[in-house]
């Protein structure tokens, strides 16, 4: 029996850095020529560009999230797709040193998923990416690697695997009674509310950033209550709405809990090197968090308040990535989020949702 198995994808990836990537904002003249967000990543063409050294890892949905599972003590697998090459070996070796079960399908006529991260001064990146097996994933290869496997929770990151093979993977591990946190990929939310509704009536927690909420529920940006009133009628379980610096909010179905982030702290000065792996790191703290039974006890009354430890763990996990290069290498254990007394403090409102 597992505590936890996650699914999606997992890369090979290299990170660049330079201060000549430049970040420019023009939404005026961008947005004409295919920038939505009226920002692009830039680089002067036809010349040499120097660079910082580059820095291998391995990243992906369900390696970065296993990670912060196996981390914080719960007993992780996680099941995938690569190569038969080199990368799927390198994930491979640092899947067994953390501690992790890898289900790993091996597919002949495509390789291990690459990305080349473009990292710019101030965090800002662009990645390109090579998807390669880890879209191939298929119900046949899940159903031979874990059809008698036990596991408490699920975690889905799909990234592009196929609307229907997810949906088959919601459909069997439900009906084994499993908890299920569902992370939409931004391939699956453009399908729209009605085609994922199968999927998020099935879940315990989804978590989303606040454009791809709005998105989804087709309700302004602005517009925080309508959007959580809309995701809770699709969702019997828990609603995250993470918002980049600004923090989080999460909706039980009764309470919004809202957050902030954890401010600077000794040399950091809350310095971002490195967006990568950002949401992956707070969407499984926070499905840790949840996991592990905290009490909250006042005036010698307690009571089991796990959203508030869920929101401090996810938080504290995202800010200690974002704090590094790579999607894992700030990824916090369990003894180091509890005995730091930076973790230890993060005020967190609460209010009732009508």
């Not at 597919?107 to 191939?136: D, M, Q």
């Not at 909706?251 to 967006?275: H, L, P, Q, T």
């Not at 995202?318 to 730091?340: C, M, N, P, Q, Y």
Request: hydrophobic share 40%; aromatic share 8%; net charge positive.
């Amino acid at each position: 029996m597992f505590d936890i198995i996650t699914i999606g994808t997992v890369t090979r990836d290299v990170f660049l850095s330079s201060p000549l990537f430049k970040i420019i904002k023009d939404p005026q003249h961008l947005k004409k020529i295919g920038f939505p967000t009226g920002e692009a990543q830039c680089f002067a063409f036809g010349g040499k560009i120097e660079i910082g050294k580059p820095i291998l890892a391995t990243g992906g949905g369900a390696s970065n999230t296993a990670i912060t599972f196996s981390r914080n003590g719960l007993k992780t697998a996680s099941l995938f797709k690569v190569g038969q090459d080199e990368a799927a070996e390198d994930i491979l070796e640092k899947f067994h040193k953390e501690k992790i079960t890898p289900f790993a399908v091996k597919e002949k006529n495509k390789a291990t998923a690459y990305s080349v991260i473009l990292l710019a001064p101030g965090g800002e990146r662009t990645i390109l990416v090579y998807r390669g097996a880890s879209e191939n994933l298929r119900i046949k290869d899940i159903l031979s690697e874990v059809s008698n496997i036990k596991t408490r929770w699920l975690y889905i990151s799909p990234g592009k695997i196929p609307f229907d093979v997810i949906k088959k993977i919601f459909d069997y591990f439900s009906k084994q009674k499993t908890l299920i946190a569902f992370n939409p990929s931004k391939n699956m939310i453009q399908m729209g509310m009605n085609k994922i509704k199968p999927l998020l009536v099935k879940s315990k927690v989804v978590i989303l950033n606040r454009e791809e909420a709005a998105y989804l529920t087709n309700i302004d940006y602005f517009n925080e209550k309508e959007i959580f009133k809309k995701l809770d009628r699709a969702v019997p379980g828990i609603a995250v709405m993470t918002n980049g610096p600004k923090g989080v909010s999460v909706s039980d179905g009764f309470n919004i809990y809202r957050a902030g982030i954890f401010s600077a702290f000794g040399e950091k000065k809350n310095k971002v090197i490195d967006r990568t792996g950002a949401g992956d790191a707070f969407g499984s703290g926070f499905v840790a968090g949840l996991m592990q039974k905290k009490e909250k006890c006042i005036k010698g009354l307690c009571k089991i308040n796990n959203i508030e430890h869920a929101i401090r763990l996810g938080s504290a996990n995202a800010t200690s990535v974002v704090e590094h290069i790579g999607a894992k290498e700030g990824i916090l254990t369990k003894s180091g989020f509890e005995r730091s007394k930076r973790w230890q403090k993060l005020q967190i409102e609460m209010r009732k949702l009508n």
